[in-house]
């Protein structure tokens, strides 16, 4: 069984940063894909960045491009994402979660396990 528990998540002013984590156990860690993505309230969950298995290739949404950076810590079964510049849409929760694939994916239904969530709010 997967699990992934992600921390990190907090009350912090707009442009202020935040590093969230992702601790994986369960699988062989390296060998898969990870995302992240983000639901506020009253909104479908959505999309905001991945990387590829050895971290070779990233992508990002558009609305967090040039302030969000994803990294991984292989040896540590770890995936973060560095939040900087921080506005209060960035609010919501953040989840991780991995694909039983070496490649990075932007969709929801690409992606078999879940953490449960960290809570982002960024005060204005």
């Known amino acids: 069984q997967v699990q992934l528990v992600e921390s990190g998540g907090g009350l912090v002013q707009a442009g202020g940063s935040l590093r969230l984590s992702c601790a994986a156990s369960?699988?062989?860690?390296?060998?898969?894909?990870m995302g992240w993505f983000r639901q506020a309230p009253g909104k479908e969950r959505e999309f905001v960045s991945t990387?590829?298995?050895?971290?070779?290739?990233?992508a990002y949404a558009d609305s967090v491009k040039g302030r969000f950076t994803i990294s991984r810590d292989n040896a540590k079964n770890t995936v973060y994402l560095q939040m900087n510049s921080l506005k209060p849409e960035d609010t919501a929760v953040y989840y991780c979660a991995s694909r039983g694939s070496y490649f990075i994916a932007t969709m929801l239904n690409e992606y078999d396990y879940w953490g449960q969530g960290t809570q982002v709010t960024v005060s204005s």
């Open positions: 990387i590829s298995w050895n971290g070779g290739t990233t």
């Open positions: 369960g699988r062989t860690f390296s060998r898969y894909a």
